[in-house]
């Protein structure tokens, strides 16, 4: 039996995980949720009892074995090496220790053997190269990936709740007028989480941009699946879009190896990829995706212009396998 805390308890991923660890039976000595002083005190219904929510900044982390972190990255950095000197093993959701050579950034399923190197804290990845990895870890490992050119179609709940509304507050606004959007002279709802509507909309621009014209989501595609794959040298050309989906982070991508892989070998790896579900003959969806613990992988082809390589989409709930799940599933493993 293990002490487990969650650590962003009261947040949509901090739920899920609640959720999820609940569903999958883990084995809960005694859970602990963990927030910001605006959620504490607040008590909540679990089935290990009512438990009262502590307060971040104050709580004392003697006792916990496990902390799952999702909480932001600055809250990560502040706290998180403090629950690992009272004892716990921190499993953490945000950007703060993924680039960090020390820490490994792991998805369960794809490269749990970097979970024995770990010194206290392990990295969750970002949910769309998590998608992807289920995917294209276990196509690496059979013929060596050197290149990847993808491109995501993410969920606005990849920007939490406030995301959410503001999709479904310009939806309202902008179902009004229907022949305004086939005509172009729609009015604008106004964007206070995007730069542009997302609603009747996808917008090539999912995060902040950073170097070279990349957004940080972009930049956490290429070098979380180098880390993840232990490939440094790989090719990864991103791009990130926003699409009006609630939940589901889909991606499409073309996969070059160092050596040629047929069809049939693909879909012969890709049938008992870890986390994955191979569909054949039906186009898996966002819709189709959310709520499922498996990253939906369908439309497998051989590549036209360079034989030899795959070209795949995949589509995976982002709260879950992307965030949530596999916290919970790197827990098991430990």
Known sequence: MTNVAIVG?????????????????????????????????????????EVEVEDLDNVDPAGIDVALFSAGADRSRA?????VEAGAVVIDNSSAFRQD???????AGVNDHHLASHQGIIANPNCTTM??????????????LRSIVASSYQAV??????????MLRQTRALIADPD??????????????????IAFNALPYAGKETELGYTDEEWKLVNESRKILDAPDLDVEPTCVRVP????????????????????????ILADAPGGELWAGTVPTALDAAGRDEVLIGRVRPTLGEPGGINLWVVGDNLRKGAALNTVEIAERL
């Not at 739920?15 to 963990?34: A, D, G, H, K, Y």
């Not at 050579?101 to 998805?107: A, F, H, S």
Request: charged share 20%.
């Open 245 to 268: 989906a609630v939940a589901g982070h889909g991606i499409a991508a073309t996969l070059r190896f160092q050596r040629p892989m047929t069809l049939d070998e693909a879909l012969e």
């Open 101 to 107: 050579p020390d820490i490994p950034l792991v998805v």
């Open 79 to 83: 706290h998180a090496r403090r629950f």
């Open 9 to 49: 308890a009261t947040g949509v991923v901090g739920r899920t995980m609640l959720s999820i660890l609940e569903e999958r039976n883990f084995p809960v000595s005694e859970l602990r949720l963990i927030a910001s002083s605006r959620s504490a005190g607040t008590k909540i219904e679990t089935r290990w009892g």
């Open 157 to 166: 709940s990849g920007s939490g709740a406030r995301g959410i509304d503001e």
């Open 180 to 197: 305004a959007l086939r005509t172009g002279q729609w009015q604008d709802p106004g964007s206070e989480v995007y730069v542009r509507p």
């Open 131 to 144: 998608a992807l990895m289920v995917a294209a870890g276990p196509l690496h490992r059979a013929a060596g």
